[in-house]
């Protein structure tokens, strides 16, 4: 059991709008900033937003993160066959005094 | 261009040791802190252990905590994950990566414990 819950899966059509949630507690989510990860089949994960909201050199702007209080979210707009991966949001535990994963989200574009 | 690559990994028995290698390049390494996560076969990701970057400073996961130590050799541009009392459930891909943030990450090296 992750410390962080997501949706094991979430999907869409091309083109749409698919968002992910991360959910956690006051001693990761609401002290600290959430990164979330894409890991294609077969690879190694990638960083795809840091801080919550902001996005490294590359990252296209369909992908956007947010946090509200002990929750966070991922958003993937103009949604692309090739954004079918597993998604991972992050955190540090200041309980834990470590980092913790989300239990990942696998993305289906149907 | 940044680059990390693990290596290290391969069979051991249960109660057994293993120490894993990841060598940087392309960035100042002493400069950042960094990170170990691993990915049992077919599961998620799992957050390992971290150092800082002078090496002073380390955490670890609950699962690991007492068995694995984390080291970095500066001059040499290297992490370690020294593992010892290894179990069955620490069978997994072990990834480094840079940073607390964890970018990037290295192509992974798997670390197999049975029997």
């Known amino acids: 059991q992750s410390v962080l819950t997501q949706p094991p899966s979430a999907s869409g059509t091309p083109g749409q709008r698919v968002t992910i949630s991360c959910s956690g507690r006051?001693?990761?989510?609401?002290?600290?900033?959430v990164n979330w990860y894409q890991q294609l089949p077969g690879t190694a994960p990638k960083l795809l937003v840091y801080?919550?909201?902001q996005r490294p050199s590359g990252v296209p702007d369909r992908f956007s993160g947010s946090k509200s209080g002990t929750s966070a979210s991922l958003a993937i707009s103009g949604l692309q066959s090739e954004d079918e991966a597993d998604y991972y949001c992050?955190?540090?535990?200041?309980?834990?005094?470590?980092?913790?994963f989300g239990g990942g989200t696998k993305l289906t574009v149907l | 261009e940044v680059q990390l690559v693990e290596s290290g990994g391969g069979l051991v028995q249960p109660g057994g040791s293993l120490r894993l290698s990841c060598v940087a390049s392309?960035?100042?390494?002493?400069?950042?802190?960094m990170t170990w996560v691993r990915q049992a076969p077919g599961k998620g990701l799992e957050w390992v252990s971290a150092?800082?970057?002078?090496?002073?400073?380390?955490r670890y996961g609950d699962s690991v905590r007492g068995r694995f130590t984390i080291s970095r050799d500066n001059s040499k541009n290297t992490l370690y994950l020294q593992m010892n009392s290894l179990r069955v459930d620490d069978t997994a891909v072990y990834y480094c990566?840079?940073?607390?943030?964890?970018?990037?990450w290295g192509q992974g090296t798997l670390v197999t414990v049975s029997s």
């Open positions: 990566a840079k940073d607390w943030k964890c970018d990037p």
């Open positions: 392309g960035f100042t390494f002493s400069d950042y802190p």
């Open positions: 150092i800082s970057g002078s090496g002073d400073t380390t």
């Open positions: 006051s001693s990761n989510i609401g002290s600290n900033t």
């Open positions: 801080s919550n909201s």
């Open positions: 992050a955190v540090w535990d200041d309980s834990l005094n470590g980092g913790v």
